[in-house]
C-alpha cells in the first residue's frame, strides 16, 4: 500500500501529540514534515505560546523534520495566507498531499483549513475529530503522556 505523504501543522500542545501519535500509527499515512507558526517578535509557538527553542527541543526528541513559518507580531489574513501559500506551495512541489491537525472541534476553523487546502488539490486530515474529550484526555495519560 502507497502511504499519503503528509505533513503535520504542530502546535506544540497535547492535541497535536496525540493526533500526531494516531497519524505515525496508521498504514495510510506518512508523517514526513512538521509545519509550525511563530511570532517572531517573541519567538514563541503562535497557538501556544511556547518558547522556539522549547518548540526546537520538542521536534528533535519527535525526529521529524520541521519548518517554521515566521509570523509578525500582529499579522494580517493577508500576510498569514501568503506565508501560508507559500509554504503549502513549496510541500506540493515536494509531493505531498495530505496536512494533518489536532483539532477536535471548532468547525469554522475545519471549514476554513479544509477550502484553503481544497483549493491547492491538499486533503486534510483530522484524526481527533469529534472525539469525546473525556476519553481522549484518558487515552493520552494511559499511553504516557505528560500534560
Known amino acids: 500500500m502507497r502511504k499519503h505523504k503528509t505533513y503535520f501543522n504542530w502546535s506544540s500542545?497535547?492535541?497535536s501529540a496525540l493526533a500526531l501519535y494516531h497519524l505515525l500509527k496508521d498504514e495510510h499515512f506518512s508523517v514526513d514534515e512538521l509545519?509550525?507558526?511563530v511570532n517572531s517578535h517573541y519567538n514563541r509557538v503562535s497557538m501556544h505560546g511556547l518558547r522556539k527553542e522549547l518548540l526546537l527541543a520538542q521536534t528533535n526528541a519527535i525526529d521529524i523534520p520541521v519548518s517554521l513559518?515566521?509570523?509578525p507580531e500582529m499579522p494580517s489574513m493577508e500576510v498569514y495566507e501568503q506565508k501560508m501559500n507559500e509554504t503549502v506551495s513549496r510541500l506540493k512541489n515536494d509531493g505531498f498531499t495530505h496536512s494533518a491537525f489536532g483539532d477536535i472541534f471548532l468547525e469554522d476553523l475545519r471549514d476554513y483549513r479544509d477550502k484553503q487546502?481544497?483549493?491547492?488539490?491538499?486533503?486534510?486530515?483530522?484524526?481527533l475529530w469529534k472525539r469525546n474529550t473525556k476519553e481522549l484526555l484518558n487515552e493520552f495519560l494511559?499511553?504516557?503522556?505528560?500534560?
Open 69 to 71: 513559518i515566521e509570523l
Open 117 to 127: 487546502l481544497a483549493e491547492v488539490n491538499v486533503t486534510s486530515v483530522y484524526p
Open 13 to 15: 500542545g497535547k492535541d
Open 142 to 147: 494511559d499511553l504516557g503522556f505528560k500534560p
Open 35 to 37: 509545519i509550525t507558526t
